[in-house]
Structure formats: structure tokens, C-alpha cells
């Protein structure tokens, strides 16, 4: 968590530095995503928004390709720190989104179904620009249907809409964390949406 409140600072810190654009919008003057401002990410996001749906949506996938017209959980993508340098924005399917909105901290047990996709906005250090990252699935199956992972299915696109190759433990293991919450982590405080 100490990544979290790291974010946080960077972010407050970044406010007083003065922003500087390159010409492409995907292009910005900084030295990793945590020196971003909040003017910076919306329009780096508004810049890759339609290229990256697109992307996801590519092989046909179901949830690459509707998660868009589901409820987004966040006013704004914002980098978390442990899925990497990226900013992310969560979107809750119709089954999860209520439970999901209430960002509960105690004896949270998400209904079967629900799927969160987290998009991803990537960035490289070297080239000072970003591109679409992977979308990131979590979707809750019928009890007992993946004891390892509190049934939680986990997934993944490429930004190009290709199935990403991982182990469920590699996620899990990290998702476990946060037992009360169904293993789910939230984004960051200051940009949720809550109902
Ligand atoms: C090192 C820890 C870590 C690992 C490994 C990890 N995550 Fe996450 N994940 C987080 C954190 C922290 C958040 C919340 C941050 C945010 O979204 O702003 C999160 C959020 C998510 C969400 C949004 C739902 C939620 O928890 O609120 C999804 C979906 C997700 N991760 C999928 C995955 C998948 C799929 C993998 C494996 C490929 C994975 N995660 C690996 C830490 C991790």
C-alpha cells in the first residue's frame, strides 16, 4: 500500500509542475504515469478511448466488445501502482455493479455473474508516450466453481483483442489480499463513483 500513497503525493506534487504537451495527443512530457496530472490523464485517455475499445473489441470477445455500455466505476483512469505504471479505469457489469458501487469493506460476496473489465492505458518511459494496455477480467462463477480463486475467473485481452496467457494464481495471489472485499481492490479513493 506504501505504492498507493506514493500515487497519491506524485499526483499532488504534479499539480504545481507545469504541464507540457507534446503534438500527438498521446504524447507527454514526463518521466512515468505516477508524474501525470488530471488534466494530463483525461486527455491522454480521450486521445486512445475509441483506438482502445476497438482494439478489445477486434476478436469478437464478449466482454471486449460491451463493456463499454457498462457502468463505470471511476470519473477518471488513475495509476494504482501494482498493475504496473498503468492507468486504469474499471467498468461493473448489470450483475455486479450495485455490490461493486458500494465499494464495501466488510463481508462482501459479489452475485454470481458479475464480471469487472478493467482497461488499461500503458506507458513507455523511453518514447514518453501511451498506448491501449491489456483489459483486465474478473468474472464470478457458480459456488465451487474455482475453489482456488474464491470462484473468481480471471482474464485478459491484448490491446490488439488476442486472450492473454497467464496462470490464476498469478493474479489471485495478489486479488487474495483483500479477503473482506471478495477479492476485489477498488480503484483509488479519489476517483470512485459510488451510488
Ligand atoms: C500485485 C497485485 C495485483 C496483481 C498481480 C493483479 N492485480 Fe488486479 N488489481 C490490483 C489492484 C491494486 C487493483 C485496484 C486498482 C485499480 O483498479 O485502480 C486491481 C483491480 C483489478 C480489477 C478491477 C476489480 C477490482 O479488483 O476492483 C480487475 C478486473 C483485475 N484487477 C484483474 C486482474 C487480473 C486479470 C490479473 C492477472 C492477470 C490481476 N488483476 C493481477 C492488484 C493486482
Known amino acids: 500500500m506504501t505504492r498507493l500513497s ?59 466488445s460491451n463493456y463499454r455500455n457498462w457502468t463505470v466505476t471511476s470519473t477518471r483512469p488513475a495509476v494504482a501502482g501494482p498493475h504496473g505504471e ?34 488499461s492505458v500503458s506507458f513507455s518511459k523511453k518514447k514518453k508516450t501511451a498506448r491501449p494496455g491489456p483489459l483486465f477480467i474478473m468474472t464470478k462463477l457458480d459456488a465451487g466453481g474455482a475453489p482456488e480463486t474464491d470462484d473468481w475467473l480471471y482474464g485478459g485481452l491484448q490491446p490488439n483483442g488476442k486472450p492473454m496467457k497467464f496462470k490464476q494464481a498469478f493474479c489471485h495471489d495478489c486479488h487474495a489480499a483483500w479477503e473482506d472485499q471478495d477479492s476485489l481492490a477498488y480503484p483509488l479513493e479519489e476517483v470512485r463513483i459510488s451510488n
Open 86 to 119: 498503468r492507468l486504469l479505469q474499471t467498468f461493473a457489469n448489470d450483475i455486479a455493479a450495485e455490490q461493486y458501487l458500494k465499494f464495501a469493506e466488510e463481508g462482501v460476496q459479489m452475485p454470481v455473474g458479475s464480471v469487472l473489465a478493467k482497461e
Open 6 to 64: 506514493l500515487a497519491i503525493s506524485a499526483m499532488a506534487l504534479s499539480m504545481t509542475t507545469t504541464a507540457v504537451y507534446a503534438e500527438s495527443c498521446a504524447e507527454v512530457d514526463v518521466e512515468s504515469t505516477f508524474d501525470l496530472d488530471e488534466a494530463q490523464v483525461v486527455a491522454l485517455y480521450d486521445c486512445l478511448k475509441d483506438k482502445m475499445a476497438a482494439g478489445y473489441a477486434k476478436e469478437g470477445d464478449a466482454v471486449g
